[in-house]
Structure formats: C-alpha cells, structure tokens
C-alpha cells in the first residue's frame, strides 16, 4: 500500500513493512536463570495491565527481569500470527510466573490503514479490555481486512480528507466500527475516538520516537531490556532468546 503524505511526518514509515526485521545483533551469551516472582495475594500477573507513559500497554509484573515491547500492527498478518501462537504461550509460561512483562506499542507500518483500528482499539480507556480487544482484532484480521483494497481505493479517491476523517472512513469501511460496537463500545464515543486529533498527534510524536530510538523496520519488531532483536518475528524464534537470558 503507497504511504499516505498524511503519515509525511513518520520519518521512517515508509522503509518499514509488516513482516520485516531488524538490524541489531541479538546476545547469545547464556544468562543465569531468573526468579519465578508470584503474583500478590488475590492477583495474577496476566491480569495486571497498565498503560505506560510510552502509549503502550504492559502485562505483568512490573518489576520483571525481562521486559519485552512489541512495536506491532493491528493490521499486521505477522503481528496477528504472534498473538495466535505465542502470546498464550508466553502469558502462560512467563508472563504468569512474574518472569517477563510484556508490552504492546501500536506502530502504525500500514500509514492510514492503521489508524481507524487504533483509536478504536484504545478508546473504551480500560486497560481490563485493551488486550481481549487486540486478541480479538488479530483472531478476526482476515475477515476485517477481505476488503481492504476497494477500501483504500474510496480513501485515496478522497482528495483533502484530514487524518480524522481517513480513520473514520478505513473503521467504517473494513467493519472495525461495527466490531467495536458488538462488543459493547457505544457508537457515539467511538465516533468521537475516531474524531481526536489530539490522539493521531500523539501517535505520530510515538511512532517518531519508535523510529529515531530503535530504526524500526518492520512489525513485528521485538524489544528485550532496550535492546532490538535481530531477525526474531515469531514465537519459535523469540522464545529462544527468552530462554538464552535465563528465563
């Protein structure tokens, strides 16, 4: 898909794709195994979400030796894939036993594309919900996306749209809209999600920090402790470095 001059202001947007990888060499010296850390009295780890000052959402315990972020895509067939196959995998096996914190930071590598799942996807403000809604967006990606292309043909037809209104048309075209609304999300307020300015500002300034501090490539791009992986887009392969680092 041709990068939207609405997204001019994602210095690397355009070098990045769903599927791509990173540049950064991965460690591969064995560490000594971390601590099991439980949960206090009455919580789960997979039930302790917060939303960080970076714009993401972090699963977990908060003081874990190893912190994981994913700069994913809603859109991302890739990132979807993860969600399927690894993430009850790492919920399960790490992220329970207070091992690993895992956060989600939206990047936008389809431009305009990503924007409507986005602020829809964030606007209920509920970290409780944040992740159900992102499993759920993945499990139903094939059949949000099975129009994609005349969707984007209407959207680029659309001479002078601001970036508000190109949101509006992709969750109202692809049927993210009508996804949120099933699942309880009140039509008037996810109109108003769609209509925030201020939250597309925000994701610009974010998606420029993701790209000046990590160069990021593609989705999904794996961060451990700061440092990117290299080459590490799926299950089968991050879960490896998870292990190398003594988890």
Not at 14 to 23: E, P, V
Not at 34 to 40: G, H, L, N
Not at 133 to 156: G, Y
Request: aromatic fraction near 8%.
């Amino acid at each position: 898909m041709k990068i939207s001059p609405l997204f001019a202001a994602l210095p690397l947007l355009a070098l990045a794709a769903c599927g791509g990888s990173g540049n950064d060499a991965n460690s591969s010296t064995p560490a000594a195994p971390v601590a099991a850390k439980p949960a206090p009295a009455g919580m789960s780890w997979v039930d302790t979400v917060v939303k960080t000052p970076e714009g993401g959402f972090r699963m977990g315990n908060p003081d874990a030796p190893l912190k994981i972020v994913e700069y994913g895509s809603r859109a991302c067939p890739y990132c979807g894939k993860f969600d399927q196959e690894g993430f009850p995998a790492l919920k399960e096996k790490y992220i329970s036993a207070g091992k690993v914190s895992y956060e989600f930071r939206e990047y936008p590598v389809h431009g305009p594309l990503d924007l409507g799942p986005i602020l829809l996807g964030q606007c209920s403000g509920d970290t409780a919900t944040f992740f159900p809604i992102l499993d759920q967006m993945f499990a139903n990606q094939q059949t949000l996306l099975a129009n994609e292309q005349q969707v984007s043909a209407k959207v680029q037809a659309a001479q002078g749209a601001t970036p508000n209104q190109v949101a509006t048309m992709y969750a109202e075209g692809l049927g993210y809209l009508d996804f949120m609304k099933q699942r309880g999300l009140p039509e008037d307020k996810a109109r108003a999600c769609l209509n925030d300015k201020a939250a597309i500002d925000k994701l610009v300034e974010r998606t420029k920090f993701a790209n000046d501090k990590f160069q990021i490539s593609g989705t999904p791009t794996f961060i451990i402790n700061g440092e990117k992986l290299n080459d590490v887009g799926d299950w089968a392969t991050l879960e490896p470095v998870l292990k190398a680092r003594g988890a």
